[in-house]
């Protein structure tokens, strides 16, 4: 097979005959579902694919669904649709997105976010993704863009300077959408935001290895306001300052949606550094720290949240080392006094939330 060949895999949609709809009864309760399709130059088109191009994929939303990503309309068609993973990641930006009552944007590469920050008040939505994406900037190669605000023509410009695979948000500006055209590959959705009529949703479904069933309930975080952050325990003798406990609301919110183990550095509005997916929680906190100096950013005087409890004091220590300034995380480790008088020794504030956030699946 040649290059041109194998190229051609990525870029060509693959036919599939799953059903039109799906009904998920989970005891009493039914859930209907139907088939997400667009019509594109007079025919109708689903997803290009599944997660690889050799898998079938089809996307699926509740009947009664008037927002969300599986209501998602294509402004820009490109490279013969979306696949899965674009969905996929587009609805993890979302969740993250969501938190923010400001102009915010995840930058999303494999279910993780790589950047995201929040507009200070002052910023143009353009400077706003553009600290997402410099969060860092080699793993935004690439990336699937999420905002929770509509996209102007100086934010689409921001965008079009690297490589971008997918774009959402709410509205975009006839300017902006004139931008995206000149680039024939990327594809543009606008998303309406759900509603709260629509929170009666199915719990969420694992499947595993031999079909069996996982079914919990969805998870999202009780701690959605600078309020519950402020009410939470500090075990440490000084308390974090009114910008932090903004910063650590804000890297918990981020932290929520992060796979586990996961830790975010944040600052200013933005993060700094987000460690995922690793097997030990120092792991996550030392890729992070290493990912921080490749990008040039100082983490002095930044915050960590972390979506599980700090089980050893060279968790500690190693945040000390780059002076960051407050922590917040769920607590409950046998080492939680060890690690309360190693933070008042550092003068680190930290906060307990009793509550912790693993995205494990």
Known sequence: MSDQQIRRIYRTARDEDLPLSLKLMIGD??????????????????????TNPHQKGALYRPKLSKGGIGNVDWVKWGKDGPSATNIEDGSHGLRI?????????????????????VSRGHDHLSQVYARARDSDNRAAFGS???????VDRKTAEEIMKTFVEVVYAPRYGSEALAVFESKRDIRVGEVPPQRKEDAALPPDV????????????QYRTSILSLDNMKQLPVPTK??????????????????????????????????????????????????SIDKAHKMNHDLEGSV?????????????EALAREKVSA??????????QAIVKACDDYGIKMLFTRERSFRHF
């Not at 130059?41 to 290009?48: D, F, I, S, T």
């Not at 922590?327 to 939680?336: A, F, K, L, R, W």
């Open 29 to 50: 309760k039914v859930f209907d579902y139907s088939k997400v399709q667009w019509k594109v130059e007079g025919r109708m088109r689903g997803l290009r694919y599944g």
């Open 97 to 117: 997105t969501s938190y923010f009552k400001e102009p915010a944007v995840a930058v999303m590469k494999h279910l993780n976010p790589s950047g995201v920050a």
């Open 144 to 150: 699937v863009v999420i905002f929770n605000s509509p």
């Open 206 to 217: 694992v499947v595993l290895e031999d079909g069996s069933l996982i079914i919990e309930d």
């Open 238 to 287: 000084k308390k974090p300052s009114e910008p932090e406990y903004l910063d650590l609301l804000h890297a918990w919110w981020v932290g929520c949606e992060v796979r586990s183990n996961a830790v975010v550095f944040w600052k200013d509005g933005t993060s700094l550094a987000i460690g995922t997916g690793q097997q030990d929680r120092i792991g996550a906190i030392e890729n």
């Open 304 to 316: 960590m949240a972390s979506d599980g409890f700090l089980p050893k004091l060279d968790n500690l």
């Open 327 to 336: 922590i917040v995380q769920p607590g409950g480790s046998v080492e939680d």
